[in-house]
């Protein structure tokens, strides 16, 4: 069995470092990850998925409250702990309400964290494996027209073409979005329709909500109206991709170009993310940009990958070298092919699926195999040169990481 993964968000360093320091002595049981405030601690629980959350709450309505609650909505699977110094009735109703499994008084008593701990270590869910947790693969870019829907569609197909047993592909770009026409679908629901009735969905329902296409793959799309796109919160959006990767081996998810609250929720929550950009300077002027806002939010490299599309290498600049200027490897690397993506995008079947062999279509296949976690080829880099002046004048100098 797994060992049991805990997060502690606690404003007190003492406080964490004594809850580290006993629960490290317990076997089977991993700290992955402290935070001293709410939104880092948020963000981290998204990003790790852990088993166990310990919340600081100090009042009914405080940040570590609502912090519980979201938790909650968004993951039930976790088993959320509240630790607080007040022991008013009121408190402790509102927090079991809101999803906590243990409400433990500070200053906590080693003897009543330990019995918390052991309940959940002996929990039976725990030994039948729990929820399912599919793969959310996300496609984002923060410039328009690079193919980040076409690499989408097409990804989702791939995947089933590739033996995935269920593959949902989901259009976050709830004001613009495509994933619908790129496949010529005229879907009933929508994010919209999911993210109302979350409280009445589960994983053996939520396939209702979306449309099967020819190649095998379920796609919920974009909603109908601007307004309905206005009216899904970030944390709607959040739940209701948390929902799907318990019904899908993967959840492929279309997003908007740039950064906003909904948008860097979704990204939070991905498994991996595949920033997309061509070899043109404006559109690598955007993704180095990205990259560093990624940084910043110190996602890892094994979780952001780089994709090049329409990659051409008689092209003036070459591949290698930025890599080499942006510290950061291409993941992978797609050939130009307008005439065969756009055929593909009209008649609503994506390449990869198209029964001519072409050479974007194997590259599609071979990089679905790859984020399978199937035998593929490496990734094409062109040959190590000195730097141009114009990619000196892009870049800069890089800080370091």
């Known amino acids: 069995m797994k060992n049991l993964r805990i997060i502690i968000v ?7 470092k004594a809850i580290h320091t006993h629960l490290s002595g317990f076997a089977g049981v991993e700290i992955i990850g402290e935070a001293k405030d709410t939104v880092t601690g948020h963000r981290m629980i998204r990003q790790n998925r852990p088993d166990v959350v310990l919340v600081e709450v100090g009042g009914l309505d405080d940040s570590g409250m609502k912090l519980a609650a979201e938790v909650h909505r968004e993951m039930p699977q976790v088993a959320v702990f509240v630790t ?10 509102k927090a079991m309400s809101s999803g906590a499994r243990e409400f ?7 003897h009543v964290l ?19 947790r599919g793969r959310v693969l996300t496609f984002f ?13 097409n990804t989702a197909a791939g995947l089933v073409m590739e033996g995935a047993s269920a593959v949902g592909l989901v259009d976050m770009d709830l004001q613009l979005g495509n994933v619908a026409s790129f496949l010529n679908l005229t879907p009933t629901y929508t994010v919209f329709d999911l993210a109302s009735q979350l409280d009445k969905v589960n994983a053996s329902t939520v396939e209702s909500f979306l449309t099967k296409h020819a190649t095998g793959i379920s796609v919920l799309a974009e909603p109908r109206t601007p307004a309905e796109a206005e009216a899904i919160t970030p944390s709607q959006a959040a739940s209701a991709l948390d929902l799907l990767r318990s019904a899908y081996e993967y959840v492929v998810v279309d997003t908007p170009k740039g950064f906003d609250e909904r948008t860097l929720d979704i990204l939070d929550l ?3 993310i595949f920033v997309v950009s061509e070899l043109s300077l404006p559109a690598l002027r955007n993704l180095k940009k990205c990259l560093d806002v990624f940084r910043d939010l110190q996602y890892s490299k094994t979780r952001v990958r780089v994709l090049i599309n329409r990659h051409d290498p008689r092209g003036g600049i070459r591949l290698a070298d930025i ?11 797609f050939p130009n092919d307008f005439f065969r993506i756009m055929n593909g995008i009209n008649t609503g079947s994506p390449v990869v699926a198209s029964s001519e062999e072409s050479e974007i279509a194997r590259s599609i296949r071979q990089f679905c195999r790859k984020v399978a976690g199937r035998e593929a080829e490496a990734v094409a880099a062109g040959e190590g040169a000195p730097r141009g002046g114009y990619l000196k004048r892009l870049f800069g100098k890089r800080q370091e990481d």
């Not at 606690?10 to 964490?16: C, F, I, K, V």
């Not at 607080?84 to 109703?93: G, R």
């Not at 433990?104 to 008593?109: F, G, N």
Request: no cysteine; charged share 30%.
């Open 10 to 16: 606690d404003t007190d360093d003492l406080t964490r």
């Open 84 to 93: 607080s110094s007040h022991k008013n009735p009121d408190l402790i109703l």
């Open 104 to 110: 433990l008084l500070r200053p906590i008593e080693i």
């Open 114 to 132: 330990t019995q918390a701990i052991e309940k959940v270590l002996k929990d039976p869910s725990r030994a039948g494996g729990g929820v399912r």
């Open 141 to 153: 870019s923060n410039k328009g027209g690079v193919g980040t829907t076409t690499l989408a569609t």
């Open 270 to 272: 991905s498994d991996e």
């Open 323 to 333: 890599e080499q200027n942006l510290r950061f490897d291409a993941f992978w690397s």
